[in-house]
């Protein structure tokens, strides 16, 4: 799962790391724009077809962090809290939501905020991207 991804233009290092996760994992947006806003934006960006399911809160009715967005995304993604990770850039939405329903939260932190709970891993980009698949995969090394 990936949390919105802000302005038009991708973050940087976004494409490829999509790019590189699809074969083996299910990508799932979480966001709390528009349907059709994240579905342009999607297109645009070349990244329609490396996401498996798109859960705005347009849709489902409700803002992160309630839990219930994120429930959602789970059914459509048939997939287990446990075996989830949701990258985000914004800590309450992305992190604090993530961890209420217990999937694991690596935090998109490119501004270098303080970090408020030590054992959520963090990144400052999307890039070198093996560094970054081995925090989001948690197969550092």
């Given at each position: 799962?990936?949390?919105?991804?802000?302005?038009?233009?991708?973050?940087?290092?976004?494409?490829?790391?999509?790019?590189?996760?699809?074969?083996?994992?299910?990508?799932?947006?979480?966001?709390?724009?528009?349907?059709?806003?994240?579905?342009?934006?999607?297109?645009?960006?070349?990244?329609?077809?490396?996401?498996?399911?798109?859960?705005?809160?347009?849709?489902v009715g409700v803002l992160k962090p309630d839990p219930a967005?994120?429930?959602?995304?789970?059914?459509?993604?048939?997939?287990?809290?446990?075996?989830?990770?949701?990258?985000?850039?914004?800590?309450?939405?992305?992190?604090?939501?993530?961890?209420?329903?217990?999937?694991?939260?690596?935090?998109?932190n490119r501004h270098g905020a303080a970090r408020p709970l030590?054992?959520?891993?963090?990144?400052?980009?999307?890039?070198?991207?093996?560094?970054?698949?081995?925090?989001?995969?948690?197969?550092?090394?």
């Amino acid at each position: 799962m990936t949390g919105s991804f802000g302005s038009r233009w991708p973050v940087a290092g976004a494409l490829a790391l999509l790019r590189r996760l699809k074969p083996d994992y299910i990508i799932g947006v979480v966001t709390n724009n528009r349907t059709a806003e994240q579905e342009e934006k999607l297109a645009f960006l070349g990244m329609s077809g490396l996401v498996d399911a798109l859960i705005t809160s347009e849709s489902v009715g409700v803002l992160k962090p309630d839990p219930a967005i994120y429930q959602v995304a789970l059914e459509q993604l048939r997939a287990a809290p446990a075996e989830t990770v949701m990258v985000g850039d914004n800590w309450l939405a992305d992190v604090v939501g993530a961890l209420a329903v217990g999937i694991r939260p690596v935090w998109l932190n490119r501004h270098g905020a303080a970090r408020p709970l030590a054992q959520v891993p963090e990144l400052g980009s999307l890039e070198p991207l093996d560094q970054v698949c081995g925090v989001i995969t948690g197969r550092q090394g």
